[in-house]
């Protein structure tokens, strides 16, 4: 079982018409990574490995730059628990 959760919004400095542009190919990179993942309207939510995450979350700043970004500012959010964490223990009943 995945031992962590980290949700990370992505705030890249770009001009409004660009913004969901820049966030897309950061959700792409997380698609193309094959960690379960979740898109929100504020956040992602993946699941796995905390060190797999912490290098996505690394990466998500790359590609932000890369994208045309003059910086990036990022919100993470991680829960960790040696024995395994899911993000399906925290929504399943509201579905």
């Known amino acids: 079982m995945a031992n962590a959760n980290v949700g990370l919004q992505v705030l890249p400095s770009v001009a ?6 820049v ?3 950061v959700i ?3 698609q ?11 956040e992602t939510t993946m ?3 905390l060190d797999e995450l912490m290098e996505i979350v690394k990466e998500a700043q790359k590609v ?3 994208a045309g970004a003059g910086n990036v500012m990022s919100v993470v959010k991680i ?5 395994g964490v899911s993000m399906d223990e925290k929504v ?3 579905r």
């Open 28 to 30: 792409q990179m997380i």
């Open 32 to 42: 193309d990574s094959g960690v379960k993942y979740e898109v929100g309207p504020l």
């Open 79 to 83: 829960q960790y628990r040696p024995e």
């Open 23 to 25: 966030v897309d190919q």
């Open 16 to 21: 409004d018409e660009y913004v969901y542009g």
């Open 92 to 94: 399943a009943k509201h």
């Open 47 to 49: 699941e796995g490995d």
């Open 64 to 66: 932000c730059i890369q």
